[in-house]
């Protein structure tokens, strides 16, 4: 390990005070505990809420009462085009070309969107390649798509599950899966961070594996993107699709995102389910017979923007554009490192972390897993005005995220669990 961590104070507060991204902590509110602000380490279930929010909701709303219909036109953000102002800065952060994002629907919708397309199958190849202990959304969105299309999940779903005694799964055994299943494989369609365990998972060797077997590679992307910067165009893969209220902080139920590599989204004889608002932009209000599908991932929408579901988006994407995703990945490296290393120091409490040790594995989320008295440990730091997250069994997740969270707020997450007897 290449930084001498100190499990100090005044070290922790060091590193805030030479960290370029300190000051953005300051555009968020904070949720309060005995008046002061929590430390919150649940940016991978709920982002927090830019300042900024309540001024641009208003401006909508007024805008709304100023030009009715016309707002669609004449708003700060013509509602008309605001699906547009999003896909650049979407873009950077998954790192595809700007026609290859769209903001529409939320996460699961989005996921059956994309299946109808890419879930396609015939012959022998109909099978479904996911990792065991999937989000519960994307375990019911495949069951249903394999029986929608007359198949038993028992028999066409195929779940890698870690190796005997282990707790995360190895890329490898994914990729053999992969290739060992060859042409009855249809799909291969993972969650890129396991939202258990914190784990990365090789999105481009996976996605190769899978066009090597000559199925298409997708990625539920809900715990990466504004996590971990990706290649998603360079990577080939397919097709991904992802939440904005985690670490994109655009509040409950905000807007989904979608990705389409451009092989697919340029070509129209991809099957899509059509909408006025995925149809040729020139033609849409022709009200003509006969779905012309624009170009790109814009394509698979099927209705006009949710404005007011968008605002929240809008002003995030300008925090993260301002920050870069690259520089923010940069602290979250050596703010996790830092979380990590101060657990390490704690040897009275029954836990280990599941989350893999390499920085190339994981983003900012860790995993503790208990044997026994996690549900307490988390209600004492609860009580204490520490925001982490339980999930059953026994695990506690903390996500320092590098936009809003401190060294300090590590330091003080430490120092209260090695108070807990
Ligand atoms: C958060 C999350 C979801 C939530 O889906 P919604 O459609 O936004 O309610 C789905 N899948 C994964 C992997 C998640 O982490």
């Given at each position: 390990m290449s930084t001498p961590y100190e499990a100090t104070h005044e070290y922790a507060r060091d590193q805030d005070q030479t960290d370029i991204l300190f000051p953005f902590r300051e555009r968020f509110l904070f949720p309060q505990h005995e008046g002061e602000d929590v430390r919150y380490f649940c940016g991978n279930s709920l982002g927090l809420q830019p300042k900024s929010v309540s001024y641009l909701m208003d401006k909508e709303l007024s805008d709304w009462a100023r030009y009715g219909v016309e707002g669609h036109f004449k708003a700060g953000y013509p509602w008309f085009s605001y699906h547009h102002f999003f896909a650049e800065r979407l873009a950077k952060i998954v790192g595809a070309n700007k026609d290859e994002v769209v903001a529409m629907n939320t996460l699961t919708v989005n996921l059956h969107m994309l299946m109808l397309s890419f879930?396609?199958?015939?012959g022998k190849r109909y099978k479904i390649l996911m990792e065991a202990g999937a989000f519960p959304s994307d375990q019911y969105a495949i069951e249903t798509q394999v029986r929608m299309h007359g198949y038993d999940p028992e028999d066409a779903i195929i779940e890698i599950t870690p190796?005997?005694?282990?707790?995360l799964i190895e890329d490898a055994d994914i990729i053999n899966a992969i290739n060992e299943a060859g042409d009855s494989l249809a799909l291969v369609m993972i969650g890129g961070v396991n939202y258990y365990t914190g784990q990365f998972f090789d999105l481009e060797n996976i996605t190769k594996a899978a066009h090597n077997a000559g199925a298409y590679a997708g990625f539920d992307l809900a715990h990466a993107v504004g996590n971990i910067p990706m290649k998603l165009h360079d990577w080939n893969v397919d097709f991904a699709c992802w939440c904005s209220y985690k670490y994109l902080n655009s509040g409950p139920g905000g807007v989904g995102g979608a990705y389409v590599h451009e092989r697919h989204g340029n070509d129209p004889t991809l099957f899509r389910l059509g909408g006025w608002w995925g149809n040729d932009e020139k033609t849409?209000?022709?009200?003509?017979k006969g779905f012309i599908p624009q170009k790109g991932a814009a394509s698979w929408q099927m209705s006009n923007a949710p404005v007011f579901n968008m605002v929240a988006h809008n002003a995030s994407l300008d925090i993260f554009d301002k920050a870069g995703i690259d520089t923010l990945r940069e602290k979250s490296i050596k703010l996790t490192g830092y979380m990590e290393f101060l657990l390490r120091q704690i040897t009275h409490l029954p836990f280990e972390i599941i989350t893999p040790t390499e920085p190339s594995r994981r983003g900012c989320q860790l995993s503790m897993l208990f044997g026994d008295k996690g549900r307490e440990v988390f209600d004492t730091l609860t009580s204490k005005g520490i925001i982490a997250d339980w999930r059953e069994p026994n695990v506690i997740r903390i996500a320092p995220v590098p936009l809003y969270n401190t060294f300090e707020d590590c330091y003080k997450f430490y120092e209260v669990l090695a108070g807990i007897e």
């Open positions: 879930y396609r199958p015939s190796a005997e005694g282990a707790n849409r209000f022709k009200m003509q």
